[in-house]
């Protein structure tokens, strides 16, 4: 069975970091592309980061040069270094991954950034 599971969230003041980590299982995970997406309150969950199993990424234009994704094809994790955090990366985030046509997330894991 896919599962993913998310870990790494917390209360963190501005300014400061966090690294998340999403574990994979029932996958073969160095062929998976992974992404980091972001649900604040009341809005959409929307895309945050993303890597291809070939390494490359891409972000969102709010996190360049702040955030930085990377994977561990022998651990089956993706990672998510949050760096200059701000209170509006404030949300629940969550990894994903598509296999075989059908869409996986994980449960979340919540991050807040305060003043």
């Known amino acids: 069975q896919l599962q993913l599971m998310e870990s790494g969230g917390g209360l963190v003041q501005i300014g400061g970091s966090l690294r998340l980590s999403c574990t994979t299982s029932?996958?073969?995970?160095?062929?998976?592309?992974m992404g980091w997406y972001r649900q604040a309150p009341g809005n959409q969950r929307d895309l945050v980061a993303a890597?291809?199993?070939?390494?490359?990424?891409n972000y969102t234009d709010s996190v360049k040069g702040r955030f930085t994704i990377s994977r561990d094809n022998a651990r089956s994790t993706v990672y998510l270094q949050m760096n200059s955090l701000k209170v509006e990366d404030t949300g629940d985030y969550y990894c994903?991954?598509?296999?075989?046509?059908?869409?996986?997330w994980g449960r979340g894991t919540q991050v807040t950034v305060s003043p």
């Open positions: 890597i291809s199993n070939d390494g490359s990424t």
């Open positions: 029932g996958i073969a995970f160095k062929f998976a592309r």
């Open positions: 994903r991954t598509t296999w075989k046509t059908s869409n996986y």
